[in-house]
C-alpha cells in the first residue's frame, strides 16, 4: 500500500473508531501520552458542557477542571496502569463511575481512554432506599416505645390498680393495632410496587363495590356521624379494574374522607363517564390540604399533619398504595382542595 493508500486507511479506522466511541450510551475520552484530548463522544462532551471542536488536541487537564478526574488521568498515563472512581461532576448534578484504562499497541504505550458511565439515577435510588428504610424503623420504633413503657409500667405495680391498668392495657391495645396496620400496609405496598401480582382486568360494577367498602366503614361513619351520598346517575357504573385492588382503593380514599372530616362532615361519590375512561370522585367537608402539601401527599409516609394521622390510625402509607393500583391500571388520579372547605380526590379509569 502506498503512503496516501496507508493514510487513508488510518483515517477510515480513526472514523470507524469514533463511530463506535459514539454510539455508546457511556462519556468516553481518549488521551494520548503527551495528555492530550485525541478523541471525545458527545455524551460526555454535553455532560461536561464542553464544545467537541474546540477541545480536540488541548491538554485534558486544562479542559476537565476537576482535580480528582485530572489526578487519576495523570496517575494512569504515568503509571500506565487503570484506574478507577466514583465521582459527582459539580456542573452537572450528576454521579459518575469514571474508569481509566490504559492503551497499548504492541509494546507501545499510546495513552488512556477514560469511561463515565452516569450512575446518578443508581445513586438516587440506593439514597431513596436508605430513606425509606430509615422511615420504616422510625414509624415501627414509635408504637413499640409505647408499648414498651406501658408494659414496665404495669410490671412496675399500675397493674394492681384496676384503672391503671386498663388505662395501659387501652394504650398497649391501640398501639399494638397501629403496628399491625402498619405492617400490613407496607407488606400491600410492597406487593404493588413489585408488580409481581398479576391484576385481573374485569367487568366491575363500581357502586356496588362501594356501598360494600362503606359498609365495613359503618362504625366510624356513625362514631363521625358523617353522611356518604353515592351520586351514580349511570347504573350499573362499570368499570375495567382488577377487584381486590380497587376495593382497597376505595377503602383508602374514603377512610381518608372520614379520618379528614370534620364531625357531622359529608362524603360525596360520583361516578361519570368521559370518553374511553370513567371517572369517580371522592369529595369530602374535611379539614383540607394545604396547597403546597397536595405535590408530596402521595410520597411514602409524608403526612400534613402527623400526629393527627397516627391519631386516626393512620400510617401514612394509603395514598402511596392507591396511587400504584391506579396506575397499574393505566389510570390517574387528581386532587383538588381548599383549606378547611374539603378535598376531591378524583380517579380515572378504564371504561368497559
Ligand atoms: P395517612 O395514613 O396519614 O392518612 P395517606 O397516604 O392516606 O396517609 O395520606 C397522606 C396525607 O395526606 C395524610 O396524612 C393527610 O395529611 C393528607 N390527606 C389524605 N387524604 C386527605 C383528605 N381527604 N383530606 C385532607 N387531608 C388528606
Not at 64 to 86: H, Q, V, W, Y
Not at 211 to 216: A, D, E, P, R, S
Amino acid at each position: 500500500m502506498d503512503f496516501q493508500g496507508k493514510l487513508r486507511f488510518a483515517d477510515e479506522e480513526k472514523e470507524r473508531g469514533m463511530a463506535v466511541i459514539e454510539s455508546m450510551v457511556e462519556g468516553v475520552v481518549v488521551i494520548d501520552s503527551d495528555q492530550k484530548i485525541l478523541l471525545i463522544n458527545s455524551v460526555l462532551s454535553q455532560a461536561f458542557d464542553l464544545k467537541r471542536n474546540e477541545i480536540q488536541g488541548r491538554l485534558f487537564w486544562e479542559v476537565f477542571r476537576d482535580p480528582r478526574l485530572n489526578e487519576m488521568i495523570e496517575k494512569s498515563l504515568k503509571s500506565r496502569l487503570p484506574a478507577g472512581l466514583e465521582h459527582s461532576i459539580l456542573l452537572s448534578n450528576s454521579v459518575f463511575q469514571i474508569q481509566v484504562s490504559p492503551v497499548f499497541k504492541g509494546e507501545e504505550f499510546l495513552g488512556v481512554t477514560a469511561v463515565f458511565h452516569d450512575v446518578t439515577k443508581l445513586k438516587e435510588l440506593e439514597r431513596l432506599r436508605s430513606d425509606f428504610v430509615a422511615n420504616v424503623s422510625h414509624e415501627l420504633k414509635t408504637p413499640l416505645t409505647s408499648i414498651i413503657g406501658s408494659i414496665e409500667t404495669l410490671k412496675e405495680g399500675a397493674a394492681e390498680n384496676p384503672r391503671d391498668r386498663a388505662r395501659f392495657l387501652d394504650v398497649i391495645d391501640e398501639h399494638s393495632k397501629n403496628l399491625r396496620h402498619l405492617i400490613e400496609d407496607l407488606l400491600l405496598l410492597s406487593k404493588v410496587e413489585s408488580g409481581r401480582e398479576n391484576l385481573r382486568r374485569e367487568k366491575l360494577d363500581a357502586e356496588k363495590i362501594l356501598k360494600k367498602v362503606i359498609g365495613t366503614l359503618d362504625l366510624d361513619l356513625n362514631s363521625k356521624k358523617i353522611k356518604v351520598n353515592l351520586d351514580f346517575p349511570e347504573k350499573p357504573f362499570l368499570i375495567l379494574a382488577d377487584a381486590k385492588s380497587i376495593e382497597q382503593v376505595f377503602l383508602n380514599l374514603i377512610g381518608n374522607a372520614i379520618k379528614y372530616n370534620e364531625p357531622g362532615g359529608k362524603i360525596t361519590v360520583r361516578g361519570f363517564y368521559e370518553a374511553d375512561s370513567a371517572k369517580i370522585e371522592f369529595e369530602d367537608t374535611g379539614i383540607g390540604i394545604p396547597e403546597s402539601d397536595i405535590p408530596r401527599i402521595f410520597e411514602r409516609f409524608y403526612r400534613v399533619d402527623k400526629s393527627r394521622s397516627r391519631e386516626s390510625g393512620g400510617t401514612g402509607l394509603g395514598l402511596a398504595i392507591v396511587k400504584h393500583i391506579i396506575e397499574r391500571h393505566s389510570g390517574q388520579i387528581h386532587v383538588k382542595s381548599h383549606p378547611q372547605q374539603g378535598s376531591t380526590f378524583t380517579i380515572t379509569l378504564p371504561r368497559h
